[in-house]
């Protein structure tokens, strides 16, 4: 545990004792730091890697009040004396590792965007429509709105699960995939962690988040670190909007698709994930 404004952030590091570069790794929204289990240990045994728990989710303390999670992940790098490192996030833990990026440029060696947000970017109505449709409706409207509003009292955990089930199917899954997709493995590491943010989100302090401002939408051009961006084609077609916004964006930006892929591709391709960053890893740190 690091401590970061008085709450208690977890993190792990592994690494051999001469270290090619340093890896940090972001992960996902509806996630914790286990979905980076095969890429903690195969990226260890070159370069020095942690992984954290963003404050609210896993087994970091909760997030409360403001919130700046690109903050934290500057301040996870001051209190484990890092001074520079290559920043892999995935999902919203890209948006973040993009903020720190434009915040610290000569504290980041390279960007790894993995199915990544984009801080300032409008998600599309026909992307919050169908998220509506079949991921919010799986808890009747009455209780989400209380639990959403912290005003519940009690959760109850038919309708934790039923939510995790559903995210699980639209966005890792994918919206034009079936449960089948993925693997039994798989599925049940995906539920648990999403299962373990909504828990957290529905029974926890109230927060918000704050961003850079100007946002980094707008900003994708001040980018100098080598940046891979990793696009999963069965993802939800909004997220892969931002894939190509982020390749576009960033110059130099190289962007690999990844067929049959939805929302989290380090679990669910760890191998073709974990040799894609190798290969990129090994550039950036000759």
Known sequence: ???????????????????????????????DMRMWDHQFAALSRRHRVIRYDWRGHGRSGDAEGEVCHHEDLLAVMDALKIERAALIGCSMGGAYATEAALAAPDRVAALALISSGLAGHRW??????????????????????????????????????????????????????????????????????CRLVFERSWT?????????????????????????????????????????????????????????TGHLPPLERPAEVTAALTAFLSEVFT
């Open 1 to 31: 545990m690091v401590t970061i404004g008085g709450v208690e952030i977890a993190c792990e590091e592994a690494g051999p004792e001469e270290p090619a570069g340093t890896v940090v790794l972001a992960h996902a929204g509806v996630a």
């Open 124 to 193: 599309p109505q026909e992307m919050l429509d169908q998220a509506r449709d079949r991921v919010h409706r799986s808890v009747p409207p009455d209780r989400l709105a209380r639990y959403r509003a912290g005003d519940a009292g009690h959760v109850d955990p038919a309708d934790v699960r039923a939510m995790a089930e559903a995210h699980t199917l639209w966005q890792v899954a994918g919206p034009g995939r079936g449960r089948d997709a993925l693997s039994d493995e798989v599925w049940a590491a995906a539920v648990e962690m």
């Open 204 to 260: 926890g302090p109230r927060s918000a988040e704050r961003h850079l401002d100007p946002p980094a939408a707008t900003r994708l051009r001040e980018i100098t670190a080598p940046t891979l961006v990793v696009n999963g084609l069965s993802d939800v077609p909004g997220i892969q909007e931002v894939s190509g916004l982020l390749a576009a964006g960033i110059p130099g930006a190289r962007r690999l698709d990844l067929p049959d």
